[in-house]
């Protein structure tokens, strides 16, 4: 069975950083999973914010974050992470990792197309 475990969520004021974590366990390597950041703001669905490939670590970002939010993998730890930089308001929600076993590809961007979940982590930004 595989389990993901977010953590590093909190209060943060606007313009401030957070460094999400996601560790891994299961049976499988976890060099082959596509990892994901998700999130979901109060009455909102869930939003893809970046996702990472496996070894060759190529990277893609929801227009939102880009350049302000980066995504990494340290495949030694089983663990991934989300750096979050300029945060803003709305990017208050929960935030969510995820694990992909399809091939990479830059266009991996729908929820339905990753295999496990965690349990969220809730991120607000607030002055």
């Known amino acids: 069975q595989v389990q993901l475990a977010e953590s590093g969520g909190g209060l943060v004021q606007p313009g401030g950083s957070l460094r999400l974590s996601c560790v891994v366990s299961?049976?499988?390597?976890?060099?082959?999973?596509?990892m994901g950041w998700f999130r979901q703001a109060p009455g909102k669905g869930r939003e893809y914010v970046a996702h990472?490939?496996?070894?060759?670590?190529?990277?893609n970002y929801a227009d939102s974050v880009k350049g302000r939010f980066t995504v990494s993998r340290d495949n030694a730890r089983n663990t991934a992470y989300l750096e979050m930089n300029s945060l803003k308001p709305e990017d208050t929600a929960v935030y969510y990792c995820?694990?992909?076993?399809?091939?990479?590809?830059?266009?991996?961007?729908?929820?339905?197309?990753?295999?496990?979940w965690g349990r969220g982590t809730q991120v607000t930004v607030s002055s």
């Open positions: 990472i490939s496996g070894s060759r670590y190529l990277t």
């Open positions: 995820a694990a992909s076993s399809r091939r990479y590809s830059s266009s991996r961007t729908y929820y339905g197309e990753y295999d496990y």
């Open positions: 299961g049976p499988n390597s976890f060099s082959i999973y596509i």
